[in-house]
């Protein structure tokens, strides 16, 4: 089994975590020293009426502010760009991201250019980031893709049909204003989705090559909030506790993976949305089960641990047989939440896997993966969750 016993743990994100913690953004715009600031939020989150529980406490504290909502589903370099330009000549020094992972990765970058200047272009990769950008405040209101916390982002270069990713702790928010309150209202879907990336950055950090005790105890806790909650989550959007369940899953699982990384579903998950457009969740939860059942034989004593924490009856089972029940839990699970895509939903076709695997193979998540896999495995597990 994988602990590594020597270990580096970093985590520079303040977490203030709790239902109303938005009403009292002021307060956190003062601790960040902030005068004027840059909002940065998507079309969902403007028409949910989420954005004005955002504006509300800066108008009544007189704090200047501008909202910047040009945004897709994804978070493009274009947008970056077009957010940087308006923060820059508004002479805004602080920047709130409020929404999913394409507002969170705008507004990191963002903060990251006002304090180090030039092109987000010229950062992508890991460890680019000369120095700490200005304050970046990021608020979400899905509980999955953890960017609230975590080092990276990821922009889309549209023309060119690939994603790239920042990665620096000097790409970190400042603070993370994570109040459940906001993610009441996503669509159960967008909740199925976004749950199962979070338990994807849970359970991949939990069986790679980086785990340590600290991620490990992160990652473990995430799961089982995830177990108990993400079911209820989206069949039962108003319930608050379901709610704050599944965000703090999604916060102590990007605490965790952002230590260790992730694994094969990630580095396959990357490629697959860019070419084909496929939500980042969704492709996670696709190919998940598959990409377990590859890793088993690299560390079933957590994949029996996996299985425990999903409740699968593993008394009498052989270890194998044990670890093969925690693919079988992630599979109901998928299906209890209405996930039942396949990669040719989305128009993938067998001869485009190559460039998929041989693309996956660069990814830093490749070489930590509990087993070191070929493009051809990669191209199996693809093939294996085709139809
Ligand atoms: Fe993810």
Known sequence: MFVNEKFRYEMPVKIEFGAGKVDHLANYIDEVRGNKVLIVGDQG???????????APLKKANIPYLVFNDIGTEATIESVDKAYQLAEESHCDVVIGVGGGSSLDIAKSVGLLLGNGGDIRNYVGLDKVPTQGNPVIAIPTTAGTGSEITRFSVLSDKTKKVKLSVGSMFNCPTIALVDPELTLTLPPHLTATTGMDALTHALESFVNKETQPISEALSKEAMKLISRSLRLAVVQGENLNARKDM????TMAAMAFNTTRLGLAHSLAIPLGAKFNIPHGLVNAILLPEVMRFNLIGNTKKFIEIAEIFGEEIAGLS??????RAVNAIKKL????????????FHVKEEDLEEVAKEAMLS???PINPVKPTVNDLINICKSVMV
Not at 247 to 250: C, D, K, Q, T, V
Not at 319 to 324: F, K, V, W
């Open 247 to 250: 965000l703090l899953a999604s």
């Open 364 to 366: 830093g998540n490749t």
């Open 334 to 345: 998928n299906e209890d939440i209405g996930i039942s895509q396949n990669l040719s939903d």
């Open 45 to 55: 989150v403007l028409h949910a009426g989420i954005i004005e529980k955002v504006e």
């Open 319 to 324: 270890d194998r047989e044990a670890a093969e």
